[in-house]
């Protein structure tokens, strides 16, 4: 590496502006001024690579390397470097060609998504073939200037972070479409953020810029709030206005991608080892199981013995996105194929193999660490994150913050930014208002996230999702108590959780009142079953106005332990008169985990 001297400093690969200032012992503001000035908006909690942390120390006179040793291969986390450099780890440089951009459409309904993409499939779609499709196959390539674009035909960040949640990342740029008439929504922001959590570079389409009230600056003004800044504020954001419906500023769009391709440089060995992400897949009664194929690297051939997940195939027949029957595909290229005995699932990773018996011998092993680790608990809990972090398997704590009210969220996220400063990195991928989603849970499943909540419930979809995919929820009434949580995780001294398991749930269908007893609820048992030993939380026009033990449980005229699902019954509640008609009683327990 070279003698160090005293204007010499070791950065890591990436570090935060903070921590940068305090190598350098200089001011964050006057590291942020230096950043701005080079193009780069951040803040103080911002993460940046070497290269720009070398700039800015080069002009505060100091002299960056990056820092080595053998723990840092053994620490390295390719878990969120981009699909396509990790299948390209392997191939021997000199092999290594550009090829066309893979690009995903997100943004929130309504704002044009659809449109945006029907109206550059037939304008630009490759040679003028937009007439020559005949079958929807889930992707298409257009051409710019000689060079081919891929755009994948399934818009929506569901789809997006349904493909991250099972290992892919079948795009390298995003288009976020924003209508200037509506602005940035939650469905927007959500689709911000799904972005970001996958690092891939975000282009905005600021559609429906021909409507009569079509706000345009105040938009920008949003996005630039939402860390999305305008380059042509010194920011690093291309915002295109367009107009799906008149056709207007696609090529200008097209541009844009070009721009941003080239900026990312990306690369794969055509004659490498074949690889990609299977992008739809379905049963056709004549012609049997049909999967689209989006080859990363090498080159796919008709005849090539294909393996996804759990099923294989010998590819019998291979169509581009026009219906045109190819012999082979080369990378970021489309294709239909014939050949696979069951259906893969969106999303999945396919290879090429040398024989089907090779291809049965990769899928034993694969069922039998399937069953093998069956029983082993997947969630991504705050203590095995720092089990993680201490085996050098991660470097940041990534966090899905919910809160009731903008006037909580801000300080939480404040306080839990000053945490982040020792050596766990704190990342809030998503913060907003309201209550847990499935979507914040399918956010963490592609994240290997937590998800807190500050005043808020997670709805019952939410949950069901988050038990499947092995996610984490953690919900406070206390901002200190959830600080206190993370503080302890990030040391290692974190408690036993304490979760919440539903037992049942009743509505409430008449009320009594009984002297020197009190109220009395009659009840009927909608969900699961209602304990004399559980809590209850009223909810009344889903929100919660009481939480508290059971004073009495009845059915008919007897007491008894419990109730269940479609039997009525009385409950009174202890320290709580105030019942009415309609209230959903849910009843639940509380449990430590170990």
């Known amino acids: 590496m070279g003698e160090i001297t005293s204007k010499t400093i070791e950065f890591p690969v990436v570090l935060t502006v903070r921590d940068l200032a305090l190598k350098m012992s200089a001011s964050p503001i006057q590291v942020i001024k230096i950043l701005m000035s080079n193009g780069v908006m951040a803040n103080i909690n911002q ?72 109206a550059i499939r037939h304008t630009n779609v490759a040679s003028g073939e937009a007439g ?81 009230d079509a706000n ?21 954001t291309l915002v295109v206005p367009v107009s799906a419906k008149q056709r207007k500023g696609l090529e200008d769009l097209l541009e844009a991608i070009l721009l941003v391709s080239d900026s990312i440089d990306i690369q794969a060995n055509p004659d490498g080892k074949v690889t990609g992400t299977v992008i739809e897949a379905q049963i056709d009664k004549t012609k049997g199981v049909i999967a689209t194929l989006l080859v990363q690297n090498g080159t796919l051939q008709a005849g090539d013995t294909v393996l996804a997940g759990l ?41 090429v193999v040398p024989s089907e018996k090779e291809a049965r011998a990769i899928i034993q092993q694969r069922l039998t660490e399937k069953n093998q680790n069956s029983t082993v608990s997947a969630k991504a809990t705050l203590e095995q994150l720092f089990e993680k972090f201490q085996a050098g398997e991660v470097r940041e704590l990534p966090l899905i913050l919910k809160a009731d009210v903008q006037g909580s969220l801000e300080p939480i996220i404040n306080s839990l930014n000053e945490l982040s400063q020792g050596e766990i990195k704190i990342n809030i991928l998503h913060a907003e ?44 009434e206390i901002i200190y108590r959830m600080i206190e949580d993370i503080e302890k995780a990030l040391k290692g001294m974190l408690e036993p959780e304490i979760i919440e398991i539903p037992v049942g749930q009743a509505q409430v269908r008449a009320i009594f009142k009984i002297n020197k007893v009190g109220t009395i609820a009659g009840c009927r048992i909608t969900q699961g079953e209602v304990r004399r030993n559980t809590r209850i939380r009223v909810m009344r026009n889903g929100t919660k106005v009481f939480d508290g033990e059971v004073s009495s449980l009845k059915h008919e005229k007897d007491d008894v332990k419990e109730v269940r699902q479609g039997f009525e019954c009385g409950i009174s509640l202890k320290g709580y008169n105030d019942l009415s008609e309609g209230d959903i009683l849910e009843s639940y327990i509380i449990e430590k985990t170990s």
């Open 47 to 118: 993460q940046i690579d070497f290269d720009t942390a070398a700039i800015v120390a080069s002009e505060l006179g100091f002299e960056a390397v990056q820092e080595a040793g053998p723990e840092d291969v053994v620490a390295e986390d390719t878990s969120e470097i981009p699909l396509w450099r990790r299948l390209i780890m392997d191939e021997d440089p000199k092999k290594l060609e550009k090829r066309p951009a893979v690009v995903t459409i997100l943004g929130h309904v309504d704002h044009g998504k659809t449109t945006l993409l029907d």
């Open 132 to 212: 020559g499709i005949t079958q929807h196959i889930g992707a298409y390539q257009v051409e710019q200037k000689g060079r081919l674009v891929t755009f994948l035909d399934t818009p929506g960040h569901a789809a997006f972070t349904a493909m991250r949640a099972r290992g892919a990342q079948g795009a390298d740029i995003v288009i976020l479409v924003v209508a200037a008439d509506d602005g940035v929504m939650p469905q927007t922001k959500e689709a911000i953020a799904h972005a970001k959590a996958a690092r891939v570079p975000i282009i905005v389409a600021l559609n429906k810029v021909d409507k009569p």
């Open 216 to 236: 345009i600056d105040y938009v920008k003004h949003q996005l630039a709030d939402a860390g999305l800044v305008p380059d042509e504020w010194d920011g690093n």
């Open 311 to 351: 099923t294989y195939g010998k590819i019998r027949a291979m169509f581009d996105y026009t219906g045109k029957k190819v012999k082979s595909a080369s990378p970021s290229s489309p294709v239909q194929v014939l050949g696979f005995g069951d259906v893969p699932p969106a999303g999945d990773i396919f290879q």
């Open 433 to 476: 208002t309201g209550n847990i989603s499935e979507s914040d849970v399918m956010l963490a499943t592609a994240s290997k996230a937590i998800v807190l909540g500050f005043n808020v419930n997670a709805d019952g979809a939410a949950r069901n999702l988050a038990d499947q995919q092995g996610v984490s929820i953690r919900l406070y």
